[in-house]
């Protein structure tokens, strides 16, 4: 059986002490959620992606028809991977089946020969 303190306390203490469990609880939460989060990858929709390369609907749209910005779009809407996202800001984004396919037909017309 747990042993009871029974303490005299004003109104203001008692709010002080949960206001400081709960800022404690909270700042715990969120150094866990980050640190199981740390390996997994974030996916952002459009909105979140428009927010985080402050850039507007409209040019990511262009920017995810031109095959220029990394992006998954299984069904009708649109997702990005920050880690990919900050690749490619960086200007090392990955290669995608548009850019090999370009690199492919620049190289074989230096060779003097036609792309499939």
Known sequence: MEKKIIL??????????????????????????????????QIMGISDACRYLDLSKSTIYKLTSQGAIPHRKPGKRLYFIKTELD????????????????????????????PP
Do not use: C
């Open 8 to 41: 005299e306390i004003s109104l203001q203490e008692l709010r002080q002490i949960v206001r400081e469990e709960f800022h404690s609880a909270l700042h715990s939460r969120r150094d866990n959620s980050s640190n199981n989060n740390h390996g997994a990858k």
């Open 87 to 114: 690749a490619w800001v960086e200007g090392g984004k990955p290669e995608n089946l548009a850019d090999l396919r370009r690199e492919m037909e620049h190289h074989l017309r230096k060779k003097g020969k036609r």
